[in-house]
Each structure stands twice: as C-alpha cells, then as structure tokens.
C-alpha cells in the first residue's frame, strides 16, 4: 500500500488544510481522497479554489509528467491565471526569466532593456526544465501587460514557462505535482490525476 499524508511528509494540501467542515464536507475527514464520490470532490475542488489552495498529487514532478499531467485536460483561456488574485494580493506577479524576457521583447519589438525596467528583479533559481541550469528571473506586474481580455495572450508563442505548464505549479518537492484548484483546466487536471495515481496502484491511500 502507497500511504500519503502527514506521517508520510507528504501532505496532499499544500500551504494549509481546508476547513471541511466549513464546507459541509467534515464527514471526508480521513477519508481516502482517491475514494470519494465525484459530488463530494466537485465540492473539494470548489472549496480549494474558493480557498486558492493547491492539491499536491504523488506523481513525480518531472518535465515527462508535468506535460503528461497538462494533457488531461483543456485550457479554457478564462485569464484568471493572468490578473491579480484578491486571496494573495503579495504576489509580485508572473515569474519570467531573463531569456525569456528577451524572447518577449523580440517578440513584441521593443528593447530587453526597456522590458526589464518595466519588471521587478527576482532571482537566481534553477530552470524547472533544465534543473541544472541557474538563470535570474525578473517578476512581470499583474495584472499581466499582454493580457487582452478579448484577443488574449499577445506573448501565447513565447509565453514564460510558468504560463506554459500552468495551472501546474513548481514547488521545492519534486516528488509529487501541485496543482492550483482555482480554474476550471486546474479542477479537470486534478481529477485526472488522481485518476491515473489510482489506476497505478489501486491501494494508494491519501487521507484527508
């Protein structure tokens, strides 16, 4: 049997645990979350995006499995992804590197330089597709510049990787993928999933 949850170090909510009981869903304390019925996890999945908390599934986070996982579902281009969320108003914006900022800036025809001064410095971190590779990264402000709520991305070609692969978000723990609950692709993505964990080892047991 494949155990989860807090004695294994792997919690499957990340940040926080929901209240359930605030969602009428207290009868899933300790429940299997890969045995609930479909009505029961719409209702999850509705409270974890009302409550924008992600839901780590214990699939390996690697370049194969994060595409694989993003195949499960459709994007409905809704742009919830590309303007401010009211539940983490400290988010500093969309994670870009500095090669894709240059990407954006050919793209868009205008200078690196004069792209970067419309950007806040962010860091020096590993690349999530080539893991040994340390680039700076610099935050575009959100609401995103290139989001037009009628035509959409204006960057979609060269859009940063964190656009790419969401709702899948990267975290520290490459052992399992996080995704965001606050869409209707990251809901769809989610059930999938945990589908797919199931279906591979039918005792795995993630309790919430």
Known sequence: MTQYGPESGIDPLEIEKLDLERYGL???????????????????LKAL????????????????NVNEVLTYGNCRRCGRCCIPNPLNPGNPGVEAFESELRAIA??????????????LRGKVVAHPFEPTKLSFTRWLPLPCP???????????????????????????????????ANCEYGKELIKA????????????????
């Open 26 to 44: 207290g009868h899933l304390n300790g429940v299997n979350l890969l045995d609930i019925s479909e009505e029961d996890m719409d209702k999850l």
């Open 49 to 64: 995006g009302d409550e924008d908390i992600s839901l780590n599934i214990p699939i390996p986070c690697t370049p194969f």
């Open 106 to 119: 050919q793209h868009t025809r205008i200078t690196f330089e004069e792209l970067q001064g419309k950007t």
């Open 146 to 180: 290139y989001h037009n709520e009628n035509t959409g991305c204006r960057i979609y070609p060269v859009r940063p990787i964190v656009c790419v692969i969401h709702p899948v978000v990267f975290t520290e723990d490459n052992t399992r993928i996080t995704i965001k």
């Open 193 to 208: 999933a945990l589908q797919e964990v199931k279906k591979k080892d039918p005792s795995t047991v993630i309790p919430l």
